[in-house]
T-cell receptor
Framework: SAVISQKPSRDICQRGTSLTIQCQVD?????MFWYRQQPGQSLTLIAT?????????ESGFVIDKFPISRPNLTFSTLTVSNMSPEDSSIYLCSVEEADRGSYNEQFFGPGTRLTVL | GQNIDQPTEMTATEGAIVQINCTYQ??????LFWYQQHAGEAPTFLSYNVLDGLEEKGRFSSFLSRSKGYSYLLLKELQMKDSASYLCAVRGASGYALNFGKGTSLLVTP
């Protein structure tokens, strides 16, 4: 299975600043996703990070607020821009391994715990 | 759109069996996943169903009925370490991303 690392693991940021979260995978993967998990809540998909093209955002999320890069098949970044306390959340990177037979399993990174003051 | 419902909390006794239900209403369907998430950790994959029926994997089994929009996760021989949140997630027909339910917090007691 894919091994996923995220940096930073946690951060405390000031209102109005931006933070870039990195996601590194130990193998080439086609699909990478960014999720948010607010305190006590389940996971909400922010966007699908497409290699070589713009990310595909879900309803309620926009590129200006959450710009995403996907320069190659093993790496992606998510930036949380102009942060407010409502952005305090855990941000998780997820990848999908293809060609595993009958289904493609999604693996999650350890998450980045963000607190905005 | 997607609507995925699970009970919020459940409690069961060590050694017992517990069934966690999930109902869904989606605009398309391309598989249902169950994940386990311990507090402060990332979700870990438990099971996948795309066809009707029961999939068994050790102490964990998952069932799917597509016509009823219904799945359950069955945990046997419960252990204290099974105390966690269990997330039901559905993949729609149009893509690869998962839509998650709010999760069921399971507490296993001695």
């Amino acid at each position: 299975s894919a091994v996923i690392s995220q940096k930073p693991s946690r951060d405390i940021c000031q209102r109005g600043t931006s933070l870039t979260i990195q996601c590194q995978v130990d193998s080439q993967v086609t699909m990478m996703f960014w999720y948010r998990q607010q305190p006590g809540q389940s996971l909400t998909l922010i966007a699908t990070a497409n290699q070589g093209s713009e990310a595909t955002y879900e309803s309620g999320f926009v590129i200006d607020k959450f710009p995403i890069s996907r320069p190659n098949l093993t790496f992606s970044t998510l930036t949380v821009s102009n942060m407010s306390p409502e952005d305090s959340s855990i941000y998780l990177c997820s990848v999908e391994e293809a060609d595993r037979g009958s289904y493609n399993e999604q693996f999650f990174g350890p998450g980045t715990r963000l607190t905005v003051l | 759109g997607q609507n995925i419902d699970q009970p919020t909390e459940m409690t069961a006794t060590e050694g017992a069996i517990v069934q966690i239900n999930c109902t869904y209403q989606t605009s398309g369907f391309n598989g249902l996943f169950w994940y386990q998430q311990h507090a402060g950790e990332a979700p870990t994959f438990l099971s996948y169903n795309v066809l009707d029926g029961l999939e068994e994997k050790g102490r964990f089994s998952s069932f799917l009925s597509r016509s009823k929009g219904y799945s359950y996760l069955l945990l046997k021989e419960l252990q204290m370490k099974d105390s966690a949140s269990y997330l039901c997630a559905v993949r729609g027909a149009s893509g690869y991303a998962l839509n998650f339910g709010k999760g069921t917090s399971l507490l296993v007691t001695p």
